[in-house]
Antibody
Framework: QVQLQESGPGLVKPSETLSLTCSVS????????WSWIRQPPGKGLEWIGN???????NYNPSLKSRVTISEHTSKNQLSLSLTSVTAADTAVYYC????????????WGQGTLVTVSS | QSALTQPPSVSGSPGQSVTISCTGT?????????VSWYQQHPGKAPKFMVY???KRPSGVPDRFSGSKSGNTASLTISGLQAEDEADYYC??????????FGTGTKVTVL
């Protein structure tokens, strides 16, 4: 099973851009579809977006104006960028593989906590 | 796109069955047979438990079963075990290549 590891700054200031990386090992990033999902402390899961082959991406309508998901095949990494962050963006951010046939998030990273605070 | 509605908590004794409901709309749960369920233990990443309303990935015990009627999907855990104590989330395809999660349910084994 492919291994996923999220990384990035644990603290981001309000109005700045949150940037995270998901490093993939055990297989090529091009072999999968990918998702980012987040979970505010003590709250439920929120789907952020998916990226498919050829770099086509779809996003949660509530975040669409601020989010970009990209693949970096040479580094075997996935990235997430979220602009103009506020305290409401404080969450554990997960990357996950997305099984398009089964329509489910079948393999998750351990997640990384990002706090938005000045 | 509103979160699917789940009861905050359900509980049962070991060996009993519990059912978690997941209520959406005719635009998500009611429209597609693409409901999945996830188990999350404290401090851990979610685990993929059910897909396509009622199918189980390899390795998931058959104690976990899913179903759907109209705009409401359900996850039933039969023969409840101590290790089943966790949070459970449903998720549905919501059209236009978007997905929505449920509010989450805490399962307590008494």
């Amino acid at each position: 099973q492919v291994q996923l590891q999220e990384s990035g700054p644990g603290l981001v200031k309000p109005s700045e851009t949150l940037s995270l990386t998901c490093s993939v090992s055990g297989n090529s990033i091009s072999s999968y579809y990918w998702s980012w999902i987040r979970q505010p402390p003590g709250k439920g899961l929120e789907w952020i977006g998916n990226i498919y082959y050829s770099g086509s991406a779809n996003y949660n309508p509530s975040l669409k104006s601020r989010v970009t998901i990209s693949e970096h095949t040479s580094k075997n990494q996935l990235s997430l960028s979220l602009t103009s962050v506020t305290a409401a963006d404080t969450a554990v951010y997960y990357c996950a593989t997305f099984d398009y046939h089964d329509q489910g998030f079948d393999n998750w990273g351990q997640g990384t906590l990002v706090t938005v605070s000045s | 796109q509103s979160a699917l509605t789940q009861p905050p908590s359900v509980s049962g004794s070991p060996g009993q069955s519990v059912t978690i409901s997941c209520t959406g709309t005719s635009g998500d749960v009611g429209a597609y047979n693409y409901v999945s369920w996830y188990q999350q233990h404290p401090g851990k990443a979610p685990k993929f438990m059910v897909y396509g309303v009622s199918k189980r990935p390899s390795g998931v015990p058959d104690r976990f079963s899913g179903s759907k009627s109209g705009n409401t999907a359900s996850l039933t855990i039969s023969g409840l075990q101590a290790e089943d104590e966790a949070d459970y989330y449903c998720c549905s395809y919501a059209g236009s290549y978007t997905y929505v999660f449920g509010t989450g349910t805490k399962v307590t084994v008494l």
